[in-house]
């Protein structure tokens, strides 16, 4: 069982300071993408990984933060079981998978990788508070927060503490009983005041590799539904490509190893759309970025 021992103070001090450090991290920081859904095993994480690579691809600066304290994910997805903290004495450093692209886990935090984690609410906000405030992200265009399922503490904590602009990207299957779940997800989101990038539907039938044809599994058009019917935008479609398992068993990426997969395609096309939706992004404290944008 992981303790909050565990839990690696850099720079423990006043509430104040705490609080000030957090304000200057976060304003390094231009956008920040929370990727939530209503239920585990939608394939959130995979989303949020492979959206970060899509945008990091795309030339953008990007720190993804893996906030899923029961049962952290990325490092698995991205090939970075193992690694540990490192500190440069003032700040813990984020990992840097590839160029533009770091990342941070709380699952570093927990010795063995078999173990529970017992934690309530107010250790969970601390250590959600910790991580963006003592992880140096440095000058970031995106952080990219993969969020626990549900509306528990954790993505509560992240829309308290993020910062804003914030959006959140809603993850669901197109089966039904998964469409329900996310309306609580986008109820959360407006109650939390964290803005709505939209609804994204992955497993969205099945694309064969031989012949193209697309055959919908777990039923088809849910998402799309679900968005229409809370007023908040439909994101897109990721088919189901097992390629997509093996790439995360084996810590590699689909962007990778099957560029040219409609399921890769689906992420660069979200990461490209979110990147130029000024829309979305409006209040932006960077103009410039927009615009600079808007030129690729
Ligand atoms: P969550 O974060 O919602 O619990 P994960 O991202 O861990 O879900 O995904 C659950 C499982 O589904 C993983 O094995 C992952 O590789 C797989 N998966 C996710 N998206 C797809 C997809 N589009 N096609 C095939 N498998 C997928």
Request: glycine fraction near 10%; aromatic fraction near 4%.
């Amino acid at each position: 069982m992981s303790h909050p021992e565990h839990l690696v103070t850099i720079a423990s001090g006043a509430k104040e300071d705490e609080d000030r450090r957090l304000r200057e991290r976060m304003a390094r920081i231009r956008r920040r993408l929370v990727v939530v859904s209503g239920k585990g095993g939608v394939g959130k994480s995979t989303a949020a990984a492979n959206l970060a690579v899509a945008l990091s691809a795309h030339g953008r600066r990007v720190g993804l933060l893996d906030a899923e304290i029961h049962g952290p994910s990325i490092p698995k997805i991205l090939g970075c079981e193992g690694a540990s903290l490192i500190s440069d004495g003032q700040s813990i450093l984020p990992a840097v998978v590839r160029d533009r692209l770091e990342r941070m886990s709380v699952g570093f935090l927990i010795a063995n990788k078999t173990d529970a984690v017992i934690w309530r609410g107010p250790m969970k906000f601390k250590v959600i508070q910790q991580f963006l405030s003592d992880v140096a992200w440095g000058d970031l265009d995106y952080l990219v927060v993969d969020c626990p399922p549900g509306t528990g503490d954790e993505p509560l904590s992240i829309a308290q503490l993020a910062g804003r602009p914030a959006a959140a990207v809603v993850v669901t299957t197109p089966q039904e009983l998964a469409v329900a779940e996310v309306r609580r997800c986008v109820s959360f989101c407006r109650k939390a005041e964290l803005g709505i990038a939209g609804v994204l539907e992955n497993m969205s039938g099945y694309v064969c590799p031989q012949c193209g044809v697309h055959t919908g599994l777990f039923g088809a058009g849910g998402g799309e539904r679900l968005a229409r019917e809370m007023a908040v935008p439909f994101l897109g479609q990721i088919p189901i490509d097992p390629r997509l398992v093996g790439c995360g068993d084996a810590g590699t990426c689909i962007l990778d190893t099957h560029p040219d997969s409609p399921a890769a395609q689906g992420f660069v096309d979200l990461a490209r759309n979110l990147d130029r939706w000024q829309d979305l992004w409006h209040g932006s404290p960077d103009e410039a970025f927009v615009s600079e944008t808007e030129q690729r």
